[in-house]
């Protein structure tokens, strides 16, 4: 129902953009969000965007992430962007995109991000 792609391996400074591609039933009238595991650590929320009637298009970010990151979507194709700038090696994670508030059972595999040099 959920389906993240986009990472990989990049080098301090470099970049990424992820994508999610959600069902309708997931992706129509739920605001959505990109989310982040380290190893070792627990998973916590990087960007929102807003998705309904009064949220449309509104964004919000964890601080350790503004100015680099930007959250977008596509509602032609049920599909949510993260565009990640200047990574630094503490982005390195598996990044989820989910509901906001997450739901359990929409959580995907995940899309692995490795900033190294």
């Known amino acids: 129902q959920v389906v993240e792609s986009g990472g990989g391996l990049v080098q301090p400074g470099g970049s990424l953009r992820l994508s999610c591609v959600a069902s309708?039933?997931?992706?129509?009238?739920?605001?959505m969000a990109w989310y982040r595991q380290a190893p070792g650590k627990q998973r916590v929320l990087v960007a929102i965007i807003g998705n309904t009637v009064i949220s449309d298009g509104n964004t919000n970010y964890m601080d350790s992430v503004k100015g680099r990151f930007t959250i977008t979507k596509d509602n032609a194709k049920n599909t949510v962007y993260l565009e990640m700038n200047n990574l630094k090696p503490e982005d390195t994670a598996v990044y989820y995109c989910n509901t906001n508030p997450w739901v359990e059972d929409y959580w995907g595999q995940g899309t692995q991000v490795t900033v190294s040099s």
């Open positions: 309708e039933s997931i992706f129509y009238n739920n605001n």
